[in-house]
């Protein structure tokens, strides 16, 4: 548990400035992501000073790059310039080798003794993340001496594939910019550079057979702002990279150990391609570069012949720029609305006998066949491809590698099949989501939730895979999507810790992994996030709260927790607490509604303030029976969570609500004794976009024994209209003077999705978050 966390490490992030002023510090190898096994040796360790040289291997250019790198990364922290050097010696030196017996590529052993540090990896991949370590363990910067304490380390990643993905599209990232994505990423030991490079907002990569994908396509003239589609920017906005630029990306990122992994997204997400191409459509357009989100129903025109070869023509420029293995050629979302009423592919759809059976349609089976020759083209090419979970819809390329983003089933499915998964889910591992929920204090995101013990707590083989499936889980990644991601600067923020967490799902084996531990090592890893000037979210260091019921009826129990070296101060009138407010030591009793407001106080560290607004009522904390259970996915942080005197946000994955999926909810709350119950709130959350659609009514029953229950309330609700944002919806509801000690409560459930949404037919949500009685 989080308050359990020793943070003696994080005493070294505080006073780092003061600590500068030393001249002399001592490493730590405990890093991030932690290595698989660390040996201490009792023997004197070795101490880096102005004389210390680094010997690469002679005639080796690769190591000699990474020599220079080595030094460049100690001189960052330290602010002493180490030589680099291929003559041999035998004393105060940092040797880099490759000759490492290892069936693991990318594993390394790392001595350290009095004379030397000797860096061994099984190739250069290995020597390199061996540097990564070795640079990561320097906790203090401008030391002029560095103690490495004598030790054996040795290391291999998990998974081979450890991927992170930047979008590019949705919003234009510059050179630096890129560089400097692929800087943090070998930071973190990742090897893969998923660039999202095209979509409906734009097209960035320049294909020279296709002039008009720069010229029109990477443009638009503005921007929506937010979610709000009715208002925009007016600021016009694009971007693309020449082939060269693209060139020199990939071996930014190749003298890094890192591979640039190309997506061009088809069929759908296309229509920035459409808009210089109108004739790659169903319809012929007009089309223009979308200035707002979502999907859209305008994609490339599947039964168009001329369609298949623009994508061959733009791939086959895409894999003389990129030599990297895998080509991602995205599949998702495609709407297939279009295709149902085109001429075109229906045509072509009777010409290939694409029929439709009892888990795909007609549509489905055309996208397959379109997706499959793209792949047998790349394929022919001697590279592997790559797409989103959907190309597994309809059939698909016999070695074809899935990107499960839609949760784990994509995966899973996947691996049974015998085809290659690397896990990005929704739930874990997507960047763009908020990582706490005090959204007024935070940037505009994604509407969804995902704070870093989240990230830290992904287990990417799925338990039901046998040993052999499992093998075909070959990796991890995080996705960044830009949407509402103006600045680079807002990129790490967003990213970082986040990947952190991410860089230990990919690397460090699981039995090795704990929370507290990473917790405990994370301050390490900032001293060199501010050293580079990153922007980070310092959420790790936030007060939490927890609450239970307390031994006074309709009360509750306040428990709040930071990390172990925090001073805790709270109000209770909503005042912004300070070191003159109240110290927290022990769990207190809220009795009546209030506004809880909370900091954690660290020696060079205040954190946001903690805010929660506590309404209670007659059913606060009371017991409650659960007639029909939750979706497992939605089922609230405790059995009190509908009871517990907290309201949630729009942000709909944080524990505070409760999701029904194509049912009612049904509870029966316990007052404990007859009381009087003259009005009842019902607190709903309305989010079309992800299914959780209005209540369709309310029900409530009351009984005197908790068996026989007589109803008092039944009030059916309007269907929703056609696109209405999304909105909370409290159902307040007044009784006739009544007593009863068993209130049922039943809340109905729109069922499926209305005709007019995109989905229709698809299970919908019912969501709720509090019950009150007055």
Known sequence: MRKTILMAAFALLCVAVSLAQRVKTTANYRVIPLPRQIQMLKTPGFTLNAQTRIVYPKGNEVLKKDAQMLSDYLFDMTRIRLVTTSNRAAKNVIVLATGLQNDNKEAYRLRVNKDKIEINGATAAGTFYGIQTLRKSVSIVRAQQVVFPAAVITDSPRFAYRGAMLDVARHFFNMDEVKNFIDILALHNINRFHWHLTDDQGWRIEIKKYPRLTEVSAFRPETVIDNDARTFDGKPHGGFYTQQQARDIVKYAADRNIMVVPE????????????????????????????????????????????????????????????????????????????????????????????????????????????????????????????????????????????????????????????????????????????????????????????????????????????????????????????????YSHVQYMLLPRLAAASEVQWTMPESKNFDDFANRMPQLLIIYNSKGYNYGKHL??????????????????????????????????????????????????????????????????????????????????????????????????????????????????GKWLGYAGEDLDVVLDLGQSTTIDRVKVNTLVNAGAWIMPARGVILSVSDDGTHFKEVYNQPYPPMEANRPQYLDAKNITLPHLSARYLQVKVLSERSMPDWHRYKGKTAFVFVDEISVE
């Open 264 to 487: 061009i997204d088809m069929p759908g997400h296309m229509v920035g391609a459409l808009a210089a191409y109108p004739e790659l459509g169903c319809t012929g357009g007009p089309y223009k570069v979308r200035n707002y989100w979502g999907i859209a129903e305008e994609v490339l025109c599947a039964g168009n012949d001329k369609t298949l070869q623009f994508a061959k023509d733009v791939l086959a420029e895409v894999m003389d720029v990129f030599p990297g293995d895998y080509i991602n050629i995205g599949g998702d979302e495609c709407i297939k609305k279009n295709w149902e009423k085109c001429p075109k592919c229906q045509a072509k759809i009777k010409e290939m006998n694409l029929k439709a059976d009892g888990r795909h349609t007609a549509e489905q089976r055309l996208q397959s066949y379109f997706m499959s020759a793209v792949a047998d083209f790349i394929t022919s090419k001697g590279r592997k491809v790559a797409g989103w979970d959907e190309i597994l819809e309809g059939g698909i390329a016999p070695n074809a590698t899935v990107l499960s983003w839609r949760g784990m089933e994509g995966g899973i499915e996947a691996a049974r099949l015998g085809h290659d998964a690397i896990m990005c889910p929704t739930s874990h591992m997507y960047f763009d989501y908020y990582q706490t929920e005090d959204r007024e204090n935070e940037p505009v995101a994604f509407n969804g939730f995902i704070p870093i013990e989240k990230t830290y707590s992904f287990n990417p083989v799925a338990p039901e895979l046998t040993a052999q499936e499992a093998k075909h889980i070959i990796g991890v990644q995080a996705n960044v999507w830009t949407e509402h991601i103006e600045t």
């Open 541 to 654: 260091f936030n007060v939490k709260m927890e609450v239970s019921p307390a031994s006074q009826p309709r009360s509750v129990l306040v428990k709040l927790l930071a990390l172990k070296s925090a001073k805790i101060y709270y109000t209770l009138d909503g005042t912004t607490p300070t070191k003159q407010s109240t110290l927290y030591t022990r769990p207190f009793v809220v009795g009546q509604s209030c506004t809880l407001k909370a900091v954690a106080v660290y020696p060079e560290l205040t954190t946001q303030v903690l805010t929660e607004n506590f309404m209670l009522s007659k059913s606060t904390m009371c017991p409650i029976k659960f007639n029909v259970k939750p979706h497992p996915a939605y089922a609230g942080s405790s059995e009190h969570e509908l009871v517990n005197g907290l309201y949630g946000s729009y942000i709909y994955k944080t």
